[in-house]
């Protein structure tokens, strides 16, 4: 069973990289998101060496949410196809907040020394069609928005 996974690992991660960078650039043109950490977007810091050393942006995005801890909670649980797990690297499409999670035993400036946010959401992109993991995080982003601007 392993090998017949391993024969087919390339074409999956193929797959999800492409759809990771679709949901990557479409995070970063909605207003909620405040910042995309994507290596395959030009905006990232190390996109150049990103270039370089992989043949793909990643299976990884993870993206900062207005609000704080409140709005990435909200947007998490608006999420559908999307689920909220810890552990992270499925067929399927799963999403974390590392300063709860991951990162919870450190403290904050601990934490936002590493660039890991109150806001900050962790999603591996799993082999779901693109265009419904856009659907899906740009409903649950309007419905946090939603939340947010009905809180002030």
Do not use: C, W
Not at 76 to 94: C, E, F, H, Q, V
């Amino acid at each position: 069973m392993l090998l017949k996974g391993l024969e087919t690992l390339p074409i999956r991660i193929e797959r999800q990289t492409r759809s990771a960078a679709v949901v990557a650039d479409a995070l970063a043109a909605h207003p909620v998101v405040t910042r995309v950490f994507y290596p395959g977007r030009a905006d990232h810091p190390q996109a150049e060496l990103a270039k370089r050393q992989m043949s793909g942006g990643s299976t990884m995005v993870a993206f900062e949410v207005a609000g704080g801890k409140a709005g990435a909670f909200a947007v998490a649980n608006a999420l559908r196809l999307i689920k909220i797990s810890n552990n992270l690297g499925d067929a399927k499409s799963l999403i974390t907040h590392p300063a709860t999670t991951t990162h919870q035993r450190l403290s904050d400036e601990a934490r936002a020394e590493l660039g890991i946010g109150p806001g900050l959401l962790r999603l591996s992109v799993g082999l779901e069609h693109a265009g419904d993991l856009v659907a899906d995080l740009t409903a649950a982003l309007d419905a946090a928005s939603g939340v947010r601007a009905a809180a002030e």
